[in-house]
Structures are given as structure tokens and as C-alpha cells.
């Protein structure tokens, strides 16, 4: 069985990786960094910069092999809160990452750690894509003082909808984060404006994810649907306005907490 290649090119996770982080060092060089963050309770917005420039860090020395760097995960994310301009300090290994991706080699042999994982280099380049415009959505939520709405995004639906299909299709099928039922049951994920849509089998055994078309029948015995935005955010938990009439989404996110360990 063949994996499904992501919905963006690898040229499209790099720019919306210089996006999202313009996006969230704009929005911490300009609110008080003791701020709150409404979608990451108990961080402030300085936790939260220290926290993604640290992942960046970390996700390049993967990308290079280097074990050392890897484990100092507390140090480095230490290293951002205490610098002089920690803004500036997360744009700077951001891009770092950035340029350390576009030179990698497209046979890249990495760790990735998902299900049906695309190849390393484009499997980072996605990772760091969604990381990055997640939290960059959490930097926002902290200036504004509020979780997003769709409106609130500078990025589309083609990026919505590749982050759906990370999450659904890469974290969700893992045994770790996988919402759960018993009796089991069917679920669709159809964006209101796109032709892809994802079922998932939802049981006592870990989850299937099958990407559909949006279009085909489908037998699923409850619907979540929306714009492929407002499901991106309601699905990573960062806001949104979805249709829900079962009410399976709040179970979901209470099953499938996306975590860095």
C-alpha cells in the first residue's frame, strides 16, 4: 500500500515555514511576553517562543544527525528565554532550519516519527510547516487575548487542508494519539470548500485514517464539517467554527492531546 504524499510541495512547506515565522516573532516583538496564551494554558507567550525555537534547533539536528544537540532540549529551550532578544533568537534558528532543509539532499536519511511518513527531508519541511503555523496561531491568540478564527489567518486552504491530513492521517493513526470508542463508529472530516475529505475508523483498536474524496459517498455515522481553515484550527484545538452535531470534536481533543514528548 503506497502513502499518501502530502497535499503541499516541499517548496511550499519552506515558505510557509518563512510565513508563519514572521507571523509569530512579529507578534512577540510586539506584545509584553509575560503575556498568556489562551490556546496553551499556563505558557506565556516568551514559553511559547522559547519552546518553537528550541523544536526548530532540535529539528535541525535531526535533519544533520546530531545526536548531541537532540538531547539538550531543556538547555536550548532555557537558552530562549534567557536571551537578551528572544524574538530575534527564534528567528535566527528558524532560519537556520530553514536553509538547512533547502540544502539537505533529497534522499535525506533522518528520523521521522509519524505514521506513513513522507521521506525525511519532506517529512521536516511538513513537521516545521504545521509547528510553526500552529504556533504562530498561539501567538496571536496571545496578542488578540482570544483563540483564532478563520479570518484571523494568512494562510489558505491548500495549508489547512495538508495540516488536516497530517494530523488525521500521521499523528492520529499512532497508538498514542488516537481517539477511541466503544462501540466503534465511522467519522467524517469533509471540508466545505475542497474535494478531499478523510474517514476515520474509530475504535477500542488504534485508528484508521482513509483519505476520500469529498465528492464519493461515504459511509461514516457522524460528520464534522467546515471551511478547510476552520476545521485546521478546530482539529489542532487553536479556535474555529465548525459543524459538529454529534459533538464528537471535544472527546477528541481530550483523546488526542498533541504533545512534545
Given at each position: 500500500?503506497?502513502?499518501?504524499?502530502?497535499?503541499?510541495?516541499?517548496?511550499?512547506?519552506?515558505?510557509?515555514?518563512?510565513?508563519?515565522?514572521?507571523?509569530?516573532?512579529?507578534a512577540?516583538?510586539?506584545?509584553?511576553l509575560?503575556?498568556?496564551?489562551?490556546?496553551?494554558?499556563?505558557?506565556?507567550?516568551?514559553?511559547?517562543v522559547a519552546?518553537?525555537?528550541?523544536?526548530?534547533?532540535?529539528?535541525?539536528?535531526?535533519?544533520?544527525?546530531?545526536?548531541?544537540?537532540?538531547?539538550?532540549?531543556?538547555?536550548?529551550?532555557?537558552?530562549?528565554?534567557?536571551?537578551?532578544?528572544?524574538?530575534?533568537?527564534?528567528?535566527?534558528?528558524?532560519?537556520?532550519?530553514?536553509?538547512?532543509?533547502?540544502?539537505?539532499?533529497?534522499?535525506?536519511?533522518?528520523?521521522?516519527?509519524?505514521?506513513?511518513?513522507?521521506p525525511?527531508?519532506?517529512?521536516?519541511?511538513?513537521?516545521?510547516?504545521?509547528?510553526?503555523?500552529?504556533h504562530?496561531?498561539?501567538?496571536?491568540?496571545?496578542?488578540d487575548?482570544?483563540?483564532?478564527?478563520?479570518?484571523?489567518?494568512?494562510?489558505?486552504?491548500?495549508?489547512?487542508?495538508?495540516?488536516?491530513?497530517?494530523?488525521?492521517?500521521?499523528?492520529?493513526?499512532?497508538?498514542?494519539?488516537s481517539?477511541?470508542?466503544?462501540?466503534?463508529?465511522?467519522?467524517?472530516?469533509?471540508?466545505?470548500?475542497?474535494?478531499?475529505?478523510?474517514?476515520?475508523?474509530?475504535g477500542?483498536?488504534?485508528?484508521?485514517?482513509?483519505?476520500?474524496?469529498?465528492?464519493a459517498?461515504?459511509?461514516?455515522?457522524?460528520?464534522?464539517?467546515?471551511?478547510?481553515?476552520?476545521?485546521?484550527?478546530?482539529?489542532?484545538?487553536?479556535?474555529?467554527?465548525?459543524?459538529?452535531?454529534?459533538?464528537?470534536?471535544?472527546?477528541?481533543?481530550?483523546?488526542?492531546?498533541?504533545?512534545?514528548?
Open positions: 500500500m503506497s502513502i499518501p504524499a502530502p497535499l503541499l510541495s516541499f517548496g511550499e512547506h519552506l515558505d510557509a515555514l518563512v510565513a508563519a515565522t514572521d507571523r509569530l516573532a512579529s512577540a516583538g510586539s506584545t509584553w509575560g503575556a498568556d496564551v489562551p490556546t496553551c494554558p499556563q505558557w506565556s507567550l516568551l514559553d511559547l519552546h518553537t525555537g528550541m523544536v526548530h534547533r532540535w529539528a535541525t539536528a535531526a535533519v544533520l544527525g546530531d545526536r548531541e544537540t537532540m538531547g539538550d532540549a531543556e538547555l536550548i529551550e532555557e537558552e530562549g528565554r534567557t536571551a537578551p532578544d528572544p524574538p530575534a533568537w527564534f528567528r535566527a534558528g528558524a532560519a537556520r532550519l530553514a536553509a538547512v532543509l533547502h540544502e539537505a539532499p533529497d534522499d535525506l536519511d533522518a528520523l521521522v516519527f509519524l505514521k506513513d511518513a513522507p525525511a527531508k519532506r517529512f521536516w519541511a511538513r513537521r516545521q510547516c504545521h509547528e510553526t503555523t500552529i504562530a496561531l498561539d501567538a496571536l491568540a496571545a496578542r487575548g482570544r483563540t483564532a478564527r478563520a479570518d484571523d489567518a494568512w494562510f489558505g486552504a491548500a495549508l489547512a487542508l495538508d495540516g488536516i491530513d497530517e494530523l488525521l492521517v500521521g499523528f492520529w493513526q499512532r497508538t498514542k494519539s481517539p477511541h470508542g466503544d462501540p466503534g463508529y465511522a467519522a467524517l472530516v469533509l471540508p466545505t470548500d475542497a474535494d478531499v475529505a478523510w474517514l476515520l475508523r474509530i477500542p483498536d488504534p485508528l484508521v485514517t482513509t483519505r476520500v474524496e469529498a465528492s459517498p461515504a459511509q461514516a455515522d457522524v460528520v464534522l464539517s467546515g471551511s478547510a481553515v476552520d476545521l485546521y484550527l478546530a482539529l489542532w484545538n487553536r479556535g474555529g467554527t465548525v459543524e459538529d452535531p454529534a459533538e464528537v470534536l471535544p472527546s477528541w481533543r481530550l483523546q488526542s492531546p498533541i504533545t512534545w514528548s
